[in-house]
């Protein structure tokens, strides 16, 4: 696992395991407010409570990014997050990567067991699913890509998270692949292009209807 200096001055990890940066290299922070928080926080209005399934946590940026943005737009937004995620390795790195999210310390404390609010399951994410509870307002799905990962980008991990997501629930991810938005689809999704940021080709929206 090695840090990398992405170009909007974040850091991501290299997975030599699956030969894939964690992050766009364009941005790590920038992917993670784009990409994830900024669809998220805009399906949420109007709510006090949100649940979020945060699925291949890795360093957290996607709940830190949308912890950030949620509690600007609404100071009274009470947010219960669970992240499911499977190297150790990196729950460590995130105790010493300088992210610059306000709510970073919340992750490092989460890593610590000292954060009630967010839940950090290690493990297989097709097992600890089952540990995860729900019904979740958001879901961030952020597995390496599906050419590496296809058994997490598959119909029956789709339905499995379909199942704890609640009725217009929505899950943000970073790929548009056709096999796996035909899997989300057939597992109830309606699935639709996410934002494109710069020039990168859109990622996915899922909402649960
Ligand atoms: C592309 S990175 C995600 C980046 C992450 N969202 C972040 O903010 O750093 C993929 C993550 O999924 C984790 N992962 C891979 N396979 C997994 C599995 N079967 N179950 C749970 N986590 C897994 C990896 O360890 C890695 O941390």
Redesign the pocket.
């Known amino acids: 696992m090695r840090n990398i200096l992405t170009k909007d001055g974040s850091f991501t990890l290299y997975s030599e395991e699956h030969s894939e940066y ?2 766009s290299l364009t941005g790590a922070e920038e992917e ?1 407010r784009e990409k994830y928080a900024q669809p998220g926080v805009a399906a949420i209005r109007g709510k006090d409570r949100v649940r979020v399934l945060d699925v ?7 709940t830190a990014a949308f912890l950030d943005m949620a509690e600007d737009e609404m100071s009274r937004i009470r947010v219960e997050a669970v992240g ?4 150790p390795a ?1 729950l460590r790195e995130i105790l010493t990567t300088p992210a610059r999210f306000r709510s970073y310390p919340r992750i490092r404390a989460a890593v610590r067991g000292e954060e009630p609010s967010i839940r950090i399951i290690l493990g ?3 097992q600890t699913i089952l540990q995860a509870g729900g019904p979740f307002d958001l879901v961030f799905f ?3 890509s599906p050419k590496r ?1 296809p058994e ?1 980008w598959s119909e029956a991990f789709f339905r499995e998270i379909a199942v704890r997501m609640a009725p217009g629930a929505l899950l943000a991810t970073y790929s548009c692949a056709k096999a796996a938005r035909e899997h989300m689809g057939a597992a109830g999704l309606s699935v639709a292009d996410g934002p494109v940021v710069k020039r990168w080709a859109p990622g996915t929206i899922a909402r649960k209807v």
């Not at 291949?56 to 996607?62: A, E, H, M, Q």
């Not at 499911?84 to 190297?87: C, R, Y």
């Open positions: 964690y992050h993670a291949c946590f890795g360093l957290g940026y996607n499911l995620e499977n190297d990196v297989d994410a097709r952020d597995p390496f990962q997490l």
